[in-house]
């Protein structure tokens, strides 16, 4: 007959570190406020006895997790990975655990998976942008759960949001385009149908041009899904119209990095033929060449309060409001002024 080992406990663990089960649990959920002499001590010990928290009765004990959801539209480039990355390494500082899904820019299984997070114990969310069926909102007022919303800003929408001005941050790049002699804008962007970020990008363009005695209904638009191939395909399609434009405005960095590969296959010197811009300033903006114009998003600052604001609210702060964290012209070679007639 085989005998059945015991299970190891907290007091086991802090018997063999020779601790308290005050300390052995500050290791485990707070490892910054213990010294790193202790630290490893107690970890030691949880390695020799093979000792797993039960977290589970913990979360029923406190009818929390120290769980927060994540749900990014997608993961298949850079665009989000900065911010949540600094937003995973705050929340392990407070004890908490980051899960992470993602909805490939789909309301609907956005949807399926803030409810299955809601339902695996999430004591909150965090969401990019406003834009979604108000009944999950009301869905998770009536769960308790808070959630906020990044990667956007807007003091008109009554809701806690730690992010920046997309419409303000286009219009101010357009603004610079238009000031460098350019009449003839194009925008390589994201659908824009439930997707506030994308239509208030172009929205920022569409203020910069009135502004400029344009009609924002000269600029042309392709919309297709974040991809580099998909930037390329679309700046295939603007440089066979007539007249080409000559800069070509993109929604993200990834459709940007995209035009400018065709620009070179197609024999268009960038910006001497041809301006292109992005908008996230991730790290490919950098390594292209020519260094592409962009707009900078302050991703780690954003994924650092965006942790420190949803802990806040599931401690019950009640007073978060919209931050707004700027974005930043990163006015680099490919953009340049309007090519001579």
């Not at 994924?303 to 806040?312: E, F, K, N, S, W």
Request: net charge neutral; proline share 6%.
């Amino acid at each position: 007959m085989k005998l059945t080992k015991p299970t190891p406990t907290l007091h086991d663990v802090a018997a063999r570190a020779n601790v308290s089960t005050a300390t052995v649990s500050r290791c485990l959920n707070l490892p910054d406020q213990v010294t790193r002499r202790t630290r490893d001590k107690v970890m030691q010990a949880i390695a020799d006895l093979g000792y797993a928290p039960n977290f589970g009765a913990r979360a029923m004990a406190s009818r929390r997790t120290n769980t927060i959801g994540a749900i990014i539209p997608t993961m298949e480039n850079a665009i989000f990975a900065r911010g949540l990355q600094a937003f995973q390494e705050e929340l392990r500082t407070h004890g908490f655990t980051m899960l992470v899904a993602s909805s490939s820019y789909r309301p609907d299984i956005e949807q399926e998976q803030i409810r299955s997070l809601v339902a695996r114990g999430a004591d909150a969310l965090l969401l990019i942008g406003h834009e979604r069926d108000p009944e999950i909102y009301r869905f998770l007022e009536a769960q308790s759960i808070p959630a906020l919303i990044v990667w956007a800003y807007d003091p008109r929408i009554a809701r806690p949001s730690v992010g920046f001005d997309n419409r303000a941050a286009m219009h101010d790049l357009a603004k610079e385009v238009l000031r460098r002699g350019h009449r003839r804008l194009a925008l390589i962007s994201a659908p824009v149908a439930m997707n506030d970020r994308a239509r208030e990008r172009q929205e920022g363009i569409h203020d910069a041009m009135c502004a400029a005695g344009l009609d924002p209904r000269d600029l042309q638009l392709v919309e297709t899904p974040y991809a580099i191939e998909n930037g390329a395909m679309a700046f295939d399609a603007l440089m066979a119209r007539q007249p080409r434009p000559t800069a070509v405005l993109c929604g993200n960095d990834v459709l940007a990095v995209g035009a400018m590969r065709r620009a070179r296959e197609l024999g268009l010197r960038v910006p001497d033929d041809v301006s292109i811009t992005g908008f996230d300033d991730i790290e490919l903006a950098q390594v292209v060449y020519p260094p592409l114009a962009t707009v900078h998003v302050p991703h780690r600052e954003m994924g650092r309060r965006a942790a420190q604001t949803l802990i806040g609210m599931v401690h019950g702060d009640i007073s978060v409001v919209a931050v707004d964290l700027g974005a930043e012209l990163k006015l680099r070679g490919s953009l340049g002024d309007v090519p001579a007639a």
